[in-house]
């Protein structure tokens, strides 16, 4: 079944940690995407990258890192910089931009 | 200031009632419009999109939109919902940079 895979679901981290998320997908897509979901704020991009060992800033960028090897791989740092990180973050990717994206489960991260 | 605009965050109706949610955006020019459903517990998916053609575009689960180029609208309709179309609906829009705004999303709950 081809789709994107998001881990962990849940994740906690302390004050002053790096916490990466991972996200994979299989649909051999050239675009990902990471948004960042708070409740009445609907969606907002923290990076994108349209092809591999290549991103962008999107609009919150920082306090976030993120980085393209390979194309099926688009992890993301929220570094101890980022000052409000809990929030439920969502991976996307799409065969190029401008096409429909296709989501994954997302990861609810929590600070301690 | 909001760049895509859905009027209402929470919307209550009973099964079989009608559901029309509005979306309004304000970027000129060519646009992509979609919108997203986000079911409890599950993913984003793609509910229906506009690229071009006739502005009366048809989704999956009976829904439709309506794009009105002249009033910046997208309104997603059904004609009778159901419980199980209780979720978040989201409006999208590709802004002219290609990338995608999305609204605050609009919490649906049908009651039995």
């Known amino acids: 079944d081809g789709g994107i895979t998001q881990s962990p679901k849940y994740l906690f981290r302390k004050e002053g940690q790096n916490v990466t998320l991972s996200c994979e997908q299989n649909?051999?897509?050239?675009?990902m995407y990471w948004y960042r979901q708070d409740p009445g704020q609907g969606l907002r991009l923290i990076y994108y990258?349209?092809?591999?060992?290549?991103?962008q800033k999107g609009d919150i960028a920082e306090g976030y890192s993120v980085s393209r090897e390979k194309k099926e791989s688009f992890p993301l740092t929220v570094t101890s910089a980022q000052k409000n990180p809990t929030a439920f973050y969502l991976c996307?990717?799409?065969?190029?931009?401008?096409?429909?994206?296709?989501f994954g489960d997302g990861t609810r991260l929590s600070i301690l | 200031a909001q760049s895509v605009s859905q009027h209402n965050h929470h919307v209550i109706l009973s099964e079989a009632a009608s559901l029309e949610l509005g979306c309004n955006y304000s970027?000129?020019?060519?646009?992509?419009l979609f919108w997203y459903v986000q079911y409890p517990g599950q993913h984003l998916q793609l509910l229906l999109k506009?690229?071009?053609?006739?502005?009366l575009v048809k989704g999956i689960k009976g829904f439709e939109a309506e794009f009105i180029k002249s009033k910046f609208s997208f309104n997603l309709r059904k004609p009778s919902v159901q419980w199980s179309d209780t979720a978040e609906y989201f409006c999208?829009?590709?802004?002219?940079?290609?990338?995608?705004?999305f609204g605050a999303g609009t919490q649906v709950v049908v009651t039995p």
């Open positions: 970027y000129g020019g060519t646009v992509n």
């Open positions: 999208a829009v590709n802004d002219p940079r290609g990338k995608l705004q």
């Open positions: 996307a990717s799409s065969g190029w931009s401008e096409q429909p994206q296709h």
């Open positions: 990258s349209q092809i591999v060992n290549d991103f």
């Open positions: 649909l051999n897509h050239d675009a």
């Open positions: 506009y690229f071009s053609g006739d502005p």
